[in-house]
């Protein structure tokens, strides 16, 4: 087994109504890391589980995938940020090799590709919303990714500097073409993703899927 640096590190946990699935998202979160569960309004008791769970939870009440990773963003104070799902689809502990390329100083941004370990995992409608995406990151920008990297790493203060603006679906999108506008090294690397614990709120909707697509493409435009 690879044997990663120790990091200090924040991890943005966006929820809403995960409670479901944080006993053993928190359960995961390797040494050297925070979580910071940012809560959107949820109504199942999020907010007050992670707390007693151990974690330091944030309140954006303004609704949106984008409104809740920035209040984390904000929230932060340690060098290296990165951003995870709050539903059980993704193993924090497999941060640590995927924060390990920024760590040692040889990328800006990293994303981690999802590969599904059982069927139905990822479900064709939002695995073809992803793919369209990242043919129209690959036109717009010229790097080649295979997706967009629901789990991802970079450092604090160069996120800050990057100025985002959209507080809805398009935010992780807008994080990876303004870094490859500015000049970021970006590279991909490779995480397991299972199936999601509880109802899914966005991609697990034909509807959803289009929402989130709707809202990364006005991002590129």
């Known amino acids: 087994m690879t044997n990663f640096p120790t990091t200090q590190g924040d991890l943005v946990?966006?929820?809403?109504?995960?409670?479901?699935a944080l006993p053993w998202v928190l359960s995961r979160i390797p040494d050297g890391w925070r979580a910071l569960v940012v809560d959107n309004g949820s109504t199942d008791g999020s907010a007050s589980l992670a707390e007693r769970l151990g974690a330091r939870v944030v309140r954006e009440p303004r609704r949106g995938f984008?409104?809740?990773?920035?209040?984390?963003?904000?929230?932060?104070?340690?060098?290296?940020?990165a951003f995870c799902d709050c539903d059980g689809t993704l193993d924090p502990a497999e941060?640590?090799?995927?924060?390990a390329p920024v760590a040692r100083g040889e990328a800006d941004l990293v994303l981690a590709r999802r590969r599904p370990t059982v069927r139905g995992a990822w479900p064709p409608h939002a695995r073809a919303g992803n793919r369209v995406l990242a043919r129209m990151v690959r036109r717009r920008t010229g790097i080649e990714l295979s997706d967009l990297g629901p789990m991802r790493v970079a450092r604090r203060a160069a996120l800050l500097g990057l100025?985002?603006?959209?507080?809805?679906?398009?935010y992780p999108l807008q994080m990876v073409v303004s870094a490859a506008d500015a000049?970021?090294?970006i590279r991909e690397t490779e995480v397991a993703y299972g199936p999601r614990t509880g109802r899914s709120k966005v991609t697990g909707t034909w509807l959803g899927t289009w929402r989130a697509v709707s809202d990364m493409r006005a991002v590129l435009k």
Request: glycine content about 16%; charged content about 20%.
């Open 163 to 170: 100025g985002l603006t959209d507080r809805r679906s398009g």
């Open 13 to 20: 946990l966006p929820c809403l109504d995960e409670a479901e």
């Open 66 to 81: 984008g409104a809740a990773c920035h209040a984390g963003l904000l929230a932060s104070t340690a060098e290296l940020v």
């Open 95 to 99: 941060l640590p090799g995927v924060a």
């Open 183 to 185: 000049g970021w090294r």
